[in-house]
């Protein structure tokens, strides 16, 4: 049974050895951090930079195993509480296909539904991550149409972002893969 709790500094060891290739580094943050690889000192300094921030909030995913993933909550705005916007999803390079990150996004959803009360939580995700759009899809995200397509530039290439988000239902029932 997959758990969250808030990020501690000493999770970023095991966190930054998932990220085995550049190109899936990238696909994890694009372009919010100068080099890869990167180190767990790198990642606990990008977070101390937010440590006084009250719209962000990193969280573990861990079960009896151990830490099994990793991803950050924010208020995109911080006037309205209504939303929060999931980034940095990542799950351990062993574990993946295994349900984990499924289980972990709905867990995600969960809480900011249950606990954060918004209304509605969004993501982006690069078109050239099928896979993580597949599990979006099937944790209830749908695709957004966006008023301008955010895009990077990744490797020598632009990679455009799928907006994506999941709508609070007052009246749904929930169903095994449904917050």
């Not at 006084?52 to 151990?66: C, P, Q, V, W, Y």
């Not at 954060?116 to 993580?132: C, I, M, P, R, Y």
């Not at 944790?139 to 632009?158: D, I, P, Q």
Request: proline share 3%; aromatic share 14%; glycine share 6%.
């Amino acid at each position: 049974m997959l758990r969250l709790r808030p990020y501690k500094a000493c999770d970023a060891e095991i966190i930054t050895a998932w990220l085995k290739s550049e190109y899936a580094f990238r696909q994890w943050s694009a372009d919010r951090y100068d080099n890869y690889p990167i180190c767990a000192d790198d990642m606990n300094m990008y977070y101390d930079k937010e440590r006084n921030n009250a719209n962000l909030f990193a969280m573990t995913a861990f079960d009896e195993t151990g830490l099994v993933g990793h991803f950050t909550m924010r208020y995109p705005q911080s006037e309205n509480l209504d939303e929060v916007r999931l980034g940095f999803v990542i799950v351990d390079d062993k574990k993946r296909g295994m349900g984990y990150g499924k289980e972990m996004v709905t867990l995600a959803v969960q809480y900011a539904f249950d606990f954060l009360k918004v209304k509605k939580v969004s993501l982006g995700v690069f078109e050239n991550n099928q896979t993580a759009l597949h599990c979006y899809r099937a944790c209830g995200f749908t695709e957004v149409s966006a008023e301008k397509v955010e895009s990077y530039l990744c490797m020598g290439e632009t990679w455009n972002c799928i907006e994506m988000e999941h709508v609070y239902l007052p009246n749904h029932t929930k169903g095994a893969d449904c917050p």
